[in-house]
Nanobody, 119 residues
Framework: VQLQESGPGLVKPSQTLSLTCTVS??????????WSWIRQPPGKGLEWIGY???????RYSPSLNSRTSISRDTSNNQFSLQLSSVTPEDTAVYYC????????????WGQGTQVTVSS
């Protein structure tokens, strides 16, 4: 399984950050996986943003819930992140990953993409 993030590397404050993760080697509708977005701000640890389940249901971090939307395009085997009203504190490396719901671990990750929020 391979995951690849894509999207703008620079976003202006107050705008919406949009990223897409393209998955190959496995379907995003296969039981029992969740497809996650995770980020790492500079000098800080990993922060879970949310995921979309194989069923299409979504779960978000409580701290980001009001600004987060994760959706999917099953025909292209992609899932996407939208984070609205961004500030410089949203600057981070953003990763997509597959989460195995049976073994409770993220077993495949994308390489990550740097997103900077700046005017």
């Amino acid at each position: 399984v391979q995951l690849q993030e894509s999207g703008p590397g620079l976003v202006k404050p107050s705008q919406t950050l949009s990223l897409t993760c393209t998955v190959s080697g496995g379907s995003i509708t296969t039981n029992y996986y969740a497809w996650s977005w995770i980020r790492q701000p500079p000098g800080k640890g990993l922060e879970w943003i949310g995921y979309i389940l194989y069923s299409g249901s979504t779960r978000y971090s409580p701290s980001l819930n009001s600004r987060t939307s994760i959706s999917r395009d099953t025909s292209n085997n992609q899932f996407s992140l939208q984070l609205s009203s961004v500030t410089p504190e949203d600057t981070a490396v953003y990763y997509c990953a597959r989460y195995d719901l049976e073994y409770f671990l993220s077993d495949y990750w994308g390489q990550g993409t740097q997103v900077t929020v700046s005017s």
